[in-house]
């Protein structure tokens, strides 16, 4: 497989080169990729190490390095791009068409990306979170008034990241409730879920797929069973039926994409 | 102020187009930004949709809406282009380079940069997240030999969430600990932590911003005083020096600079 030096540099994080970086490589796969991040490089001296790495790697790959960049400060950008590497700079390529729409100049400040310029929302994300894991696996029932969403399914079924993803990213407080046994022997709701009907979401997932992963936590249990797995699996797909909630099977999709389908349903539901 | 609607399409998650977008938008500070993101745009109907609410908002703004894309299927993007937004789509402008740089087509798949494709990295992100929620606030200390970074600090300095988000993010091993009364007597670490010098990381943060946070769980308390505040806080310092531990001060930092700074570090370090 051919290989390439691929560098994502930034004047900040450089969380949006690495995500844009990805995207674009992603679709091509005939091709390896070295990857490097270098995020803060807000000096000329760390700019010239930058040129000094891609120099290297070019060398190396007897082809240009591929440079994501997301530089915000344009004497910083002129430096890298004297070296031999192809810059695909993204604030440079979209902040022209955007100042021309807006007819007004971007104020070249770096860290407003990814920092906490809005405090109040910053803080909001901050509280969710500890939301999310103050009422993760059933825990704080009596706090279910302040959920936005909360997440139902049979243990391993994925809850907990999804809750964690959803209020870190965008500030959602998502409790997750974990249906037990005794609970699966009932096709309706658990009674402490009654109440907040309207904000409950279902994860689902594939017997094989769970059989796997509490294999891991616990080998050979009866937890981790095929029948004990399939049983559970049944009677929760039942209540979630009956009780006509929404819901998605977690087998294939990302913590990103159960996440981003979590959050159109709930765009879509009426305001309360 | 002016106002302008803005809208992140994909035919993925769309997280890609919202993170551009955001880091676009923060360079321009006299415009109001009504932002909507639209994911899993990937039928030719939900695309005239899209369109449509285009217009809607071009009517109101009586300016063309702005509208960032990662639209892998060109026949959509194709059929968003016709409306009256100003497009700027991040696939469509630097695939052309790219498939030159790389004599390669590019393979026009849609889900791949925040799906599962590469399972085992993703796998190794969940198993990092579960670690890290494991080794939460001091608990399972018998597993710090698994680690590959230990937060250290006083309470609620921002350990926990800079743990969850380098685990769920980049697949790191994060535990946490927090420094505690009695081992703030001491001048030196804590005898937990000797044994892992090269793996710790310290927090600490402003005594302002620290007892504004306490406060707002135990108001009134002991606990969120200015004078446990500035005790505990000197004391950690004074550990981090002595033992010459690297630190941060969180005060000014978000969970994702926070992160990206530790991670430099890490990648600074010697491999063992």
Redesign the interface.
Known sequence: M?K?HVFCISD?????AN??G??????????EFIQT?L??IDTPEKARDVCQKIEEAFTKDQ??P?VFS?M?KPELLKIIKKSPG?T?D??E???D??EK??Q?K????V???????DYAT?KR??DA?NFS?NT?DGASINQYDKADVILIGVSRSGK??TS??LS?QFGLFVANYPITDHELESTTLPSALQPYQNKLFGLTIDVGRLMAIRSERRPNSEYASEKQCAFELNAVEKILKRAQIPYLNAT??????LA??I??FQSGKPHE
């Open positions: 051919k390439r900040g994080t450089g969380i949006t995500s844009l990805h995207a674009l490589l992603s679709q091509f796969e005939q091709t991040s995020p803060y082809a240009p591929i997301t915000v192809l695909l993204f604030l390529t979209f902040i068409p955007l729409t807006l007004e971007s104020s070249h400040t860290g407003r990306s990814h920092g906490m310029v910053y994300r901050i979170l894991l993760d907990t990241p964690l993803y870190l294939h999709l990302s913590v990103e994409e981003t389908r959050l159109v």
